[in-house]
C-alpha cells in the first residue's frame, strides 16, 4: 500500500455555497462555473474571505494569487458529467447546482457522444481561454461516480435494471466508466490531478488522489457492489494511482471486506455514521478521510465536540499520517469558533500522540534518530559513497556462508526482476581503496573486497554485494594505444589524448585483451574467480560507455566541436569502439561464468538480473538530439549484446530522463538523489512518473540520514515503479530502520 500523505490528521472544512453567499457575496450561478474572468476572480475572493476568517490556521494561502481554476475547489459540486449524459442543471444563488434526473428508457448510448455535447464543449472553451491568458490551468472536477451517474440518467429504474437486466446493466456501468475514464485523462492532461473538489486533503498527498464517488451505494447491497462496481474499482486502482473512494453515507463498513479486495485503495471517505474500527481492521494501510456531520456538529458542546472527533480518532489507529478529519457543507449558520475549536481538538489531539510517542521513543533505542541533517556534499571526504572496512585474506573468508547468504538475496532479485513493479534495498560496500592506487595490485583488490563483503551481511539488504576486478575508467581507451598515470592516492587516469576525433579514426588500434591493461583486468578476473571458487557474485570490470571512453581520449576544447564539424568521424569512433568495448566484455563473461552478476560496476546487481551497465557522464554536458541522435545508439548496440542496456550517469540528467527510458531495450538507469551522494544530484521532481509503467528500473543511490533517505524515497515511489534504493547507512540498525522504511512506503 502506498502511504503518501504529508502531513498528521490534516482538517478540511469544505463550506456551502450560502455561507460563500452569505460572507462574499458569491452567486453560483452558470457563468461562475464557466466563465473565465469569474473563475480567476470569484477563487481569489473566497481564497480572501478564507484567509480573513482563518488565516491563522492555515486557510486561503492562495489569498495573493490569481489562479486558473477550472473547477471550484471549495464546493461539494458534482455535475458535470451528468449534463454530459443528457441530464439538467439547475443553478442557484446559495446553493450548489442540482442535477434533475434524464430519466431516459433505455441503457444504451455511445461513449463519444458525451464528448460531443454543449457541456463537454463548454468545459472545453473554459480551458481554452484559461490558457490562452494565463498559459495553465488547475483545478479538479468531480467526476461524479458510476453509480451516481446511472441514478442520474436513469432514475429509479437503475436499480431494477440491476434485478431484472444484470448483462445489460453491467454493459451500461462500464460504458459510463469508459466516459469517466475519458473525461478523467482530459482533466489530467490539463491540469496533472484528478482528484475530486470535495476532498481537498487529497491535496496533501505527494501525488493526486484519483477519487471515485460512491455515495449512492449506500442504497445497493454488498452482493450487487461485489458484482456490478467492485471490478471496475479494482482496475480503477491499478491505473488511477494513488486510488481513492468517496464515501458520504453512514454505512461504508458494509463494504469493509469488499474494499479490502482493492489491491491499490490508498483513500477512503468514511462517511459520519461508518464504523471506523471494523474499516481499519479491514484496511490498516488506507488513509482515513473520517467525515463530521455538519448538522450535529453545530449542536455539540464543546466537550461532545471534542469526544466525537477523538473517538473516531481513537478507532483509526495511532499513526497520525494514515488519518485526516472532514466536514463537508457547513453552511452560514456555522460560527467561526466552531470552525476554530474543530482545529484545536486536532492540534491537541496531535500534540498528545506526539508527547506518547516521544515516550516510547525514550525507551527504546532500537530504531536511529531521524534528526534532519543538511544535504550537502562533503567535499572533506576521499568518497562520499565509501565504507571503511578490515581487509580479509582469501583464506579467511567463509565462502560457503556468503554463497548461501548471496543465493537466498538472488532469489529475492529473480522475482523483482520479472515483475511489474516493486521495490528493492541494496546496501552498498564501496571500498574507497579499491578505486585508487590498490586496483593496481590484485590481491589487496581482493582483500578489501572480501573485506567488504563480510561487513555487509550484518546490513539488511535485498542484493548481495558482488566482486568486481576494478582497474580504472581506461580499459577500452587503452585500444586506441593509452595507459595509466599514477598519481599518488588517486584512481588512474588516461595518459594521453587525440587532438581530434578525425585523429581517433586514423590512429591505428588493437583487440583491448592485447593491451596491458586489458591482459592486467582478465588476469584480476581469473584471480578472483579462483580465490572464490568461482561461488562469489562477481562483475563486470567499470565499463565506460562509447561516449564517456571517446571523450576521455579526446581533446575536451575540440571533443564537443567534432559534432558539428565532423559528425561523420564521430559516429564511426562512436560505433568502433562500441565493437571493442562488446568484444572485450564477451572476454570477461567467458572467464565469470555463472558467478557473473550484471549489470555491474555503480549498480546494484545480481546473478538473476540481465543487461550491461555502461557509465555515461558526458551526458550532462550533451544536447538531446545529439546525445540521442548520436551517441545513444552506440550504447544500445553494445546493451542489444548482453540482454539490454543500463545507464548510469552522475550529476543531474534529469532534463534527459524522458528520452533514456525510451532508449531501444533500455532496462535500468542509475542516478544520484542527495547532494550528499554528488553535488550535482538529480531532482525527484517527475523521476516517479516518468519510471512507473515503463519496466525501466531506477537505480537511485542515496546517502544522506534515515530521515532525508525516507523523504527522498516516498517522492520517488509510485505503483507500477521498479526501484532500487541503493542506501549507504552508517549502523547495520539504522540500515534495518531504512530497510522496513522503504519496504513500507512501497508497500
Given at each position: 500500500m502506498l502511504h503518501i500523505c504529508s502531513k498528521h490528521l490534516p482538517v478540511d472544512i469544505v463550506f456551502h455555497p450560502s455561507w460563500w453567499h452569505h460572507n462574499a457575496g458569491i452567486s453560483f450561478d452558470e457563468s461562475f462555473f464557466y466563465?473565465?474572468?469569474?473563475?480567476?476572480?470569484?477563487?481569489?475572493?473566497?481564497?480572501?474571505?478564507?484567509?480573513?476568517?482563518?488565516?491563522?490556521?492555515?486557510?486561503?494561502?492562495?489569498?495573493?494569487?490569481?489562479?486558473?481554476?477550472?473547477?471550484?475547489?471549495?464546493?461539494?459540486?458534482?455535475?458535470?458529467?451528468?449534463?454530459?449524459?443528457?441530464?439538467?442543471i439547475e443553478y442557484y444563488e446559495d446553493a450548489p447546482p442540482q442535477v434533475i434526473c434524464a430519466h431516459r428508457d433505455t441503457l444504451d448510448f455511445e461513449v463519444e457522444d458525451a464528448f460531443k455535447s454543449p457541456a463537454f464543449k463548454r468545459l472545453v472553451n473554459l480551458?481554452?481561454?484559461?490558457?490562452?491568458?494565463?498559459?495553465?490551468?488547475?483545478?479538479?472536477?468531480?467526476?461524479?461516480?458510476?453509480?451516481?451517474?446511472?441514478i442520474d440518467v436513469r432514475g429509479e429504474d437503475i436499480f431494477t435494471d440491476m434485478l431484472l437486466r444484470p448483462e445489460q446493466t453491467e454493459i451500461y456501468f462500464k460504458k459510463i466508466a469508459q466516459v469517466i475514464d475519458k473525461f478523467v485523462w482530459y482533466i489530467q492532461s490539463n491540469t496533472g490531478t484528478s482528484s475530486i473538489s470535495v476532498?481537498?486533503?487529497?491535496?496533501?498527498?505527494?501525488?493526486?488522489?484519483?477519487?471515485?464517488?460512491?455515495?449512492?451505494?449506500?442504497?445497493?447491497?454488498?452482493d450487487d457492489y461485489r458484482k456490478f462496481l467492485l471490478p471496475i474499482d479494482q482496475e480503477w486502482s491499478m491505473r488511477h494511482v494513488p486510488y481513492g473512494i468517496h464515501y458520504c453515507g453512514k454505512d461504508p463498513h458494509r463494504m469493509a471486506e469488499a474494499f479490502a479486495e482493492i489491491e491499490r485503495l490508498t483513500f477512503l471517505d468514511v462517511g459520519w455514521g461508518g464504523d471506523v474500527a471494523l474499516l481499519r481492521r479491514h484496511l490498516p494501510e488506507t488513509f482515513f478521510n473520517i467525515r463530521l456531520n455538519p448538522v450535529?456538529?453545530?449542536?455539540?458542546?464543546?466537550?461532545?465536540?471534542?469526544r466525537n472527533i477523538r473517538e473516531r480518532v481513537d478507532a483509526s489507529g495511532s499513526d497520525l499520517t494514515l488519518t485526516g478529519l472532514c466536514c463537508v457543507n457547513m453552511d452560514k449558520t456555522v460560527t467561526d469558533q466552531r470552525i476554530r475549536?474543530?482545529?484545536?481538538?486536532?492540534?491537541?489531539?496531535?500534540k498528545e500522540y506526539q508527547e506518547l510517542s516521544d515516550k516510547k521513543e525514550s525507551k527504546s533505542q532500537s530504531a536511529p534518530s531521524l534528526d534532519t541533517e543538511e544535504d550537502a556534499f562533503n567535499f572533506n571526504l576521499a568518497d562520499s559513497q565509501a565504507t571503511v572496512v578490515n581487509p580479509v585474506q582469501p583464506a579467511d573468508f567463509c565462502i560457503d556462508e556468503y554463497a548461501d547468504y548471496a543465493d537466498d538475496l538472488d532469489e529475492r532479485c529473480g522475482k523483482f526482476w520479472k515483475a511489474d513493479e516493486g521495490v528493492l534495498v541494496y546496501r552498498r560496500m564501496r571500498v574507497k581503496d579499491v578505486f585508487a592506487q590498490d586496483s593496481r595490485n590484485m590481491e589487496k583488490s581482493l582483500c578489501w573486497q572480501l573485506g567488504a563483503l563480510k561487513e555487509s551481511m550484518k546490513f539488511k539488504s535485498d542484493i548481495p554485494n558482488f566482486l568486481e576486478p576494478w582497474h580504472g575508467l581506461g580499459t577500452v581507451a587503452s585500444a586506441y594505444g593509452f595507459g595509466y598515470l599514477w598519481e599518488e592516492g588517486q584512481a588512474p587516469a588516461v595518459d594521453g589524448k587525440f587532438a581530434s576525433v578525425q585523429e581517433l579514426v586514423d590512429a591505428p588500434f588493437k583487440a583491448v585483451k592485447d593491451t596491458e591493461i586489458?591482459?592486467?583486468?582478465?588476469?584480476?578476473?581469473?584471480?578472483?574467480?579462483?580465490?572464490?571458487?568461482?561461488?562469489?557474485?562477481m562483475s563486470f570490470c567499470d565499463v565506460q560507455s562509447p561516449l564517456n571512453t571517446v571523450s576521455n581520449i579526446i581533446d575536451s576544447n575540440q571533443f564537443y566541436l567534432d559534432f558539428y564539424d565532423n559528425p561523420e568521424a564521430m559516429a564511426i569512433a562512436m560505433n568502433r569502439t562500441a565493437d571493442l568495448l562488446i568484444d572485450y566484455t564477451r572476454e570477461q563473461q567467458a572467464i565469470i561464468g555463472d558467478a557473473l552478476a550484471r549489470p555491474g560496476h555503480g549498480f546494484a546487481s545480481s546473478r538473476m538480473f540481465t543487461g550491461i551497465g555502461m557509465s555515461d557522464d558526458t551526458v550532462t554536458m550533451m544536447p538531446d538530439d545529439i546525445y540521442f541522435d548520436v551517441c545513444a545508439p552506440a550504447m544500445v548496440k553494445v546493451g542489444n549484446e548482453f540482454g539490454g542496456a543500463v545507464f548510469h550517469s552522475c550529476g543531474n540528467w534529469s532534463?534527459?530522463?524522458?528520452?533514456?527510458?525510451?532508449?531501444?531495450?533500455?532496462?535500468?538507469?542509475?542516478?544520484?538523489?542527495?547532494?550528499?551522494?554528488?553535488?550535482?544530484?538529480?531532482?525527484?521532481?517527475?523521476?516517479?512518473?516518468?519510471?512507473?509503467?515503463?519496466?525501466?528500473?531506477?537505480?537511485?543511490?542515496?546517502?544522506?540520514?534515515?530521515?532525508?533517505?525516507?523523504?527522498?524515497?516516498?517522492?520517488?515511489?509510485?505503483?507500477?515503479?521498479?526501484?532500487?534504493?541503493?542506501?549507504?547507512?552508517?549502523?547495520?540498525?539504522?540500515?534495518?530502520?531504512?530497510?522496513?522504511q522503504i519496504h513500507k512506503i512501497a508497500g
Open positions: 466563465d473565465p474572468r469569474r473563475r480567476v476572480d470569484d477563487e481569489r475572493k473566497m481564497e480572501q474571505v478564507l484567509y480573513e476568517h482563518f488565516g491563522d490556521l492555515g486557510l486561503g494561502e492562495d489569498h495573493l494569487r490569481d489562479l486558473p481554476q477550472i473547477g471550484a475547489v471549495h464546493l461539494a459540486s458534482g455535475y458535470l458529467l451528468s449534463e454530459m449524459l443528457g441530464c439538467k480551458v481554452e481561454q484559461l490558457k490562452a491568458k494565463h498559459g495553465y490551468v488547475v483545478g479538479d472536477i468531480n467526476w461524479g461516480g458510476v453509480l451516481n451517474l446511472a476532498n481537498r486533503s487529497a491535496r496533501l498527498f505527494d501525488y493526486p488522489v484519483a477519487i471515485h464517488s460512491e455515495c449512492s451505494h449506500t442504497m445497493i447491497s454488498e450535529e456538529i453545530q449542536k455539540y458542546t464543546y466537550e461532545e465536540l471534542e475549536e474543530i482545529h484545536e481538538v486536532a492540534a491537541n489531539i496531535i586489458g591482459r592486467f583486468t582478465l588476469d584480476m578476473t581469473r584471480y578472483f574467480k579462483e580465490q572464490t571458487k568461482g561461488r562469489i557474485p532534463s534527459k530522463k524522458e528520452g533514456i527510458v525510451k532508449m531501444p531495450g533500455i532496462k535500468m538507469a542509475d542516478g544520484a538523489f542527495s547532494l550528499a551522494t554528488d553535488p550535482g544530484a538529480n531532482s525527484t521532481d517527475g523521476y516517479a512518473e516518468t519510471f512507473a509503467n515503463t519496466g525501466v528500473i531506477l537505480n537511485a543511490r542515496i546517502v544522506g540520514n534515515p530521515q532525508l533517505v525516507v523523504e527522498k524515497v516516498k517522492q520517488l515511489w509510485r505503483p507500477g515503479m521498479k526501484l532500487i534504493v541503493v542506501t549507504y547507512a552508517e549502523t547495520p540498525e539504522e540500515q534495518a530502520f531504512l530497510y522496513d
